[in-house]
């Protein structure tokens, strides 16, 4: 049986202009992302990783190319349209958790759930990311590890049909990031919920479906992995 594509990626390049100098940020990438899978991006800083992510994520736009989203080509999109493809449909995580310090876990997930449609519910996704017995405490009362499980629970309630992760296991130690890696693949499988991880960490392609490496803004290699590997026997 085929697998459904979920976003489609056609000859996508981006040039930011430097004044005297135009910096080749991506040059005509092409992949498709397919619903339910788990891919890792790979590569180096400067490889155009997180380019590809804002483009990806819609906030930023290619300067070549055309993104496909379900069918949808989202490089013609208007600003608002642009704006509901990111709240609607897709869920960030950032290597610094960016949560609002002056709400509490549970109302850091509940004001991105206002922003769309058809929201999880908020006390069954803490929960499932093992925070019920924290979702009353305030981001200073929490470890980096659990603040990122907000920040990942705050992506998750908003039911998107994507989930991008920017070096999420970056700011955290050995051991928290392995717990967080091993929680994205439990919402990958349990929600189904398309993700893809950018990373500079090669050991992390171990855990993924599909391996993408990006070197110098091109694709050097796009290969499936037969068996991935539980995220609790990766070791870096």
Known sequence: MPQEVLLSLNNISKTY??????VEALKETTFEIYAGEL??????????????????????????????????????????????????????????????????????????TELVDHPLSVEEVLA???????????PSQLSGGEQQRVAIARAIAKNPGLLLGDEPTGALDYETGIQILGLLR??????????????????????ADRVIRLRSGRIVEDWNNPE????ERIVW
């Open 17 to 22: 202009d430097m004044g005297e100098v135009k």
């Open 39 to 112: 891919m890792v991006i790979l590569g180096p800083s400067g490889s155009g990783k997180s380019t590809l992510l804002n483009i990806v994520g819609g906030m930023d736009r290619p300067t070549l190319g055309q993104i496909f989203y379900r069918g949808r080509d989202i490089t013609q999109f208007d600003e608002m349209e642009l704006t509901l493809y990111r709240r609607q449909e897709v869920g960030f995580i950032f290597q610094l958790y960016n949560l609002m310090s002056s709400l509490t876990a549970r109302e850091n997930v509940e004001l991105a």
């Open 128 to 138: 499932g990311v093992g925070l019920k017995e924290r979702m009353d405490h305030f």
């Open 186 to 207: 439990e919402i990958n499988v349990s929600y189904g919920t398309t993700v893809v991880i950018i990373t500079h960490n090669a050991a992390i392609a171990d855990m």
């Open 228 to 231: 991935p590997m539980p995220a």
